[in-house]
């Protein structure tokens, strides 16, 4: 398998192996959920869901396609309860742990896992604030989709901190967020340059190449249809 790819967003990405067949499955998981009646959050609005919009869809695609990830697996989400990616995992037989400030989407989340039987449980503890749950560790796998772009800069860096502390080493993290110039969210990340910053302060590595923007951009978000941005999406590993 190849280096997974830290990038901005390009919808040729839906057709390409791996993207394409993890892109595939969570679509047909998203159509079992929605049989089930298990609602679905995205972007903290939880309900039942047919389907993912493509420019979601991609972002979580890319996320999990090269994790390389076994039953088993220790996965820790940074922001998501209740959301696609961990449900997902759990239903493969990962061992999931999810930082959720919602109330409601904890709640939903716990009361999911209690029906489907997984191993994913949900901690109220704000990382930016306050340690991880002391039994946190040792994870093989950190992952959080659009989250940092919700807080200021200083604020996520110090969330993202404490989840590498509880990275195993060698372990892996694929982190998404807005980007671009124009990119509403105000921890959204804007130049090459801040990413990199970003990687470089988690003391982090790319996993593969370091971070490529492609230059394109959309009309992703229709409560801001006058700004055009991207998401960006970055796969790294904590240093051995």
């Known amino acids: 398998m190849n280096p997974p790819r830290s990038k901005t967003l390009s919808l040729a ?11 595939r499955a969570l679509s047909r998981f998203t159509r079992r959920l929605f049989l089930g009646a298990t609602p679905l959050a995205i972007n903290g609005i939880a309900r039942r869901r047919w389907y993912v919009r493509r420019f979601k869809l991609w972002e979580y695609a890319c996320g999990l396609a090269q994790a390389g990830l076994a039953p088993g697996a220790r996965v820790l989400e940074f922001g998501g309860a209740a959301g696609l990616p961990s449900y ?4 493969r037989g990962m061992s999931l742990r999810v930082l ?21 449980a949900v901690s109220e503890v704000d990382a930016t604030r306050a340690e991880l749950p002391p039994d946190w ?35 892996r993290m694929a ?45 992703m978000d229709r409560r801001h249809p006058e700004r055009s941005f991207t998401f960006g999406i970055v796969h790294v590993e904590k240093r051995g």
Do not use: K, N
């Not at 997902?88 to 239903?91: H, I, Q, S």
């Open 13 to 23: 990405d839906l057709s390409a192996l791996p993207v394409r067949d993890e892109a």
């Open 88 to 91: 997902a995992l759990a239903a």
């Open 100 to 120: 959720e400030l919602d109330a409601g989407l904890t709640r939903l989340a716990r009361d999911t896992v209690a029906r489907r039987g997984w191993d994913l």
């Open 137 to 171: 560790t040792d994870f093989d796998f950190a992952m959080s989709f659009c989250v940092i772009e919700h807080m200021p800069c200083d604020v996520a860096r110090r969330g993202l901190e404490r989840v590498v502390e509880r990275l195993a080493p060698g372990g």
């Open 175 to 219: 982190l998404t967020f807005e980007y671009g110039e124009q990119a509403p969210g105000e921890g959204a990340l804007r130049t090459p340059a801040q990413v990199d910053g970003l990687v470089e302060h988690l003391g982090l590595d790319y996993v593969g190449s370091g971070f490529e923007d492609t230059g394109e951009r959309f009309t």
